[in-house]
């Protein structure tokens, strides 16, 4: 299962060495951001810093694509952190990404759901905290980032059968002239979609000896930040990640967690919670996040933690509130307001 961690990230150092290569000041971005400029020397930051950076790059960029673009080509692989470089020297592509979307977990914010459907292969990004997504030139330059590492380990030009992007992303045509294929944009997920009969071609990178060093220290540590995880936070992640796909059960989540119901019942009543707190726990935080949003309608918020009717929320968070969503979302843009003025 993957899972989140700490909320700290850590920058790769070849982030800003890349930066400085396509004309991008580290500086600038950093002061665009509003973040110290220490970051650049000392890059461990929080999600929501780590979203900052990004966005300040974009809007530096001017436009999104153009960013993602020239970032993906810049980047070079001597620069790779240990969990990537673990990927680049794969045997081939299907390795690659697989090492990829396990080793991740180590790289947050971001997680990759894999599916192979008949002749296709989708790679599915999600955020590892559901209430904050990443700003779309992030969303950009990771799945470039997959192709990339698919071109670089082959040595061939390899092209997507299919993008698909939720949000705008600035000149779609230099999109699918590096992607090599149809880029589609306000769609329901994020999503690049290969085809797999690229799957199983060789990595010309590939380095048995160095994986034999990476992939034991990378498991290990992989191992140890899940065990630090309480089963209440694990639990919370999958409701957070998957209230929006429809009516979500204690059965199911235990499914996925690889043990009964019974076994996850008697785990959260050790750590002093139930099922059904956690549930409304996680609804509770992620309406809040989304009503901040103020283009959401609520009838949008009450979907996306998994409502099925407006009203069923309504009570809901009237219970754990006292108000209403639409009171408290006026009473807090009033709140956001006078801290302006002031």
Same mark, same amino acid.
């Given at each position: 299962?993957?899972?989140?961690?700490?909320?700290?990230?850590?920058?790769? %150092? /070849?982030?800003?060495?890349?930066?400085?290569?396509?004309?991008?000041?580290?500086?600038?971005?950093? @002061?665009?951001?509003?973040?110290?400029? #220490?970051?650049?020397?000392? %890059?461990?930051?929080?999600?929501?810093?780590?979203?900052?950076?990004?966005?300040?790059?974009?809007?530096?960029?001017?436009?999104?694509?153009?960013?993602?673009?020239?970032?993906?080509?810049?980047?070079?692989?001597?620069?790779? %952190?240990?969990?990537?470089?673990?990927?680049?020297?794969?045997?081939?592509?299907?390795?690659?990404?697989?090492?990829?979307?396990?080793?991740?977990?180590?790289? %947050?914010?971001?997680?990759?759901?894999?599916?192979?459907?008949?002749?296709?292969?989708?790679?599915?990004?999600?955020?590892?905290?559901?209430?904050?997504? /990443?700003?779309?030139?992030?969303?950009?330059?990771?799945?470039?980032?997959?192709?990339?590492?698919? @071109? *670089?380990?082959?040595?061939?030009?390899?092209?997507?059968?299919?993008?698909?992007?939720?949000?705008?992303? /600035?000149?779609?045509?230099?999109?699918?002239?590096?992607?090599?294929?149809?880029?589609?944009?306000?769609?329901?997920?994020?999503?690049?979609?290969?085809?797999?009969?690229?799957?199983?071609?060789?990595?010309?990178?590939?380095?048995?000896?160095?994986?034999?060093?990476?992939?034991?220290?990378?498991?290990?540590?992989?191992?140890?930040?899940?065990?630090?995880?309480?089963?209440?936070?694990?639990?919370?992640?999958?409701?957070?990640?998957?209230?929006?796909?429809?009516?979500?059960?204690?059965?199911?989540?235990?499914?996925?967690?690889?043990?009964?119901?019974?076994?996850?019942? @008697?785990?959260?009543?050790?750590? /002093?919670?139930?099922?059904?707190?956690?549930?409304?726990?996680? *609804?509770?935080?992620?309406?809040?996040?989304?009503?901040?949003?103020?283009?959401?309608?609520?009838?949008?918020?009450?979907?996306?933690?998994?409502?099925?009717?407006?009203?069923?929320?309504? *009570?809901?968070? *009237?219970?754990?509130?006292?108000?209403?969503?639409?009171?408290?979302?006026?009473?807090?843009?009033?709140?956001?307001?006078?801290?302006? #003025?002031?």
């Amino acid at each position: 299962m993957n899972a989140p961690f700490a909320d700290r990230i850590k920058i790769a %150092p /070849g982030f800003w060495t890349s930066l400085k290569g396509i004309g991008v000041e580290p500086i600038d971005v950093a @002061r665009k951001a509003c973040l110290p400029l #220490t970051i650049i020397t000392e %890059p461990v930051v929080t999600t929501a810093q780590y979203y900052s950076i990004w966005q300040a790059y974009s809007e530096l960029v001017g436009d999104i694509a153009t960013g993602i673009v020239k970032l993906a080509a810049a980047y070079k692989t001597t620069q790779y %952190p240990p969990a990537a470089l673990a990927t680049f020297h794969a045997r081939n592509y299907r390795d690659a990404l697989n090492r990829m979307a396990r080793y991740k977990q180590l790289c %947050p914010p971001e997680n990759l759901r894999i599916q192979e459907e008949g002749e296709l292969y989708l790679i599915e990004l999600e955020w590892q905290h559901a209430e904050l997504s /990443g700003p779309p030139v992030l969303v950009g330059i990771t799945l470039a980032y997959l192709l990339e590492l698919g @071109r *670089r380990g082959t040595g061939r030009f390899l092209k997507a059968h299919s993008v698909e992007f939720i949000n705008y992303m /600035g000149d779609v045509q230099a999109l699918e002239g590096y992607f090599g294929c149809r880029v589609r944009t306000g769609t329901e997920r994020n999503q690049l979609t290969l085809n797999r009969e690229d799957l199983d071609r060789p990595f010309t990178s590939y380095n048995e000896e160095l994986l034999e060093i990476l992939t034991p220290s990378l498991d290990r540590t992989l191992e140890e930040r899940q065990s630090q995880l309480t089963m209440s936070t694990k639990v919370q992640w999958i409701l957070s990640r998957c209230l929006t796909q429809g009516k979500i059960d204690i059965h199911s989540v235990a499914s996925e967690l690889g043990m009964s119901e019974r076994t996850l019942q @008697r785990r959260l009543t050790e750590e /002093g919670g139930s099922f059904k707190q956690l549930l409304a726990k996680t *609804r509770r935080e992620m309406a809040v996040a989304y009503l901040a949003d103020p283009a959401l309608e609520i009838k949008e918020v009450a979907f996306l933690i998994g409502y099925e009717d407006q009203n069923s929320f309504y *009570r809901a968070f *009237r219970a754990w509130t006292g108000e209403t969503p639409a009171n408290w979302r006026v009473t807090q843009d009033n709140w956001r307001s006078m801290l302006v #003025t002031e």
